[in-house]
């Protein structure tokens, strides 16, 4: 296997991250060789639905399963559970032939049991590791990646919006990650999502900021379409202009890494 890759898609709520990320599966499936798993790492969930999967069990649900049964076992069954972690925390993994996926779910702390927690970090990260490309959709913070057990991450995108807000939220990320508070980056860029306009002064912003200048994302009309509908963006024609986007998107981003 190569080297893996690990992308991670994040920025505040409701820029398009999720609708980023499932243009990016459609391109990573059909790009990119060797074995892909798209993680929903949003505690709110729905990247399934843009990417067309129904699974419900996530790790979320799984580890509430254990920690009951921890809670309420001997020493032996606990032994036991702690052998079938592993076995467990696959059934929360969607297999399918172009990608497999993976949704984190809910991860309550209340309750924690350090041991169980321990178990199913070692039981991702070897889910995690037969992948070549893991693609993953965060939340508007990053304590989700932070928290779990992503080791670290190759790309990091930043989506926002077309506003100088918007570039506020990328510049206080970006200050995160140089502070080290979340996973070792190698690369790290902005995506402006949804554009409507000339976006060169916010841009040129960034680059005075020290913000690498990934792509931007039209608006698109049919994006809109689809996911009112509830229709999977995978669907998008390969020449829909948000898809063409953001290819050249990953293709930036991947020279930016090499
Ligand atoms: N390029 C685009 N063109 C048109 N509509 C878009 C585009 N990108 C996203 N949208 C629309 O914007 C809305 C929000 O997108 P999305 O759900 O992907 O945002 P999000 O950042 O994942 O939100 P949340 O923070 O709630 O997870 C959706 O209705 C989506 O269809
Ligand atoms: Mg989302």
Known sequence: MSEQRVIAVCGKGGVGKTAFTAMLTKVLMDEVPGKLLVVDADPALGLNYAIGRESEVTIGSIREMVLEKAEKGTKKDLEELADSVEYLTAQALDEKEKFSFLAMGRMNTIGCFCSVNDLLKGAIE???????????????????????????IDTLILVTDTSFRGLQTVRHI????????????????????????????????????????????????QVEEFDLAGRPLLELPDNNKAVLAVKDCLKCAEEAVS
């Open 174 to 221: 970006k200050k995160m990650v140089d502070e080290g508070l979340v996973p070792a980056c190698k690369n790290l860029g902005v995506v402006f999502n949804r554009a409507q306009s000339d976006v060169t002064s916010l841009k040129e912003f960034a680059e005075k900021e020290h913000i690498n200048v990934i792509g931007s994302v039209p608006y698109d009309k």
């Open 126 to 152: 070897n889910i995690m590791h037969s992948f070549d490309v893991v693609l993953i959709d965060g939340e508007a913070g990053l304590e989700q990646i932070n928290r779990q057990v992503i080791e670290k």
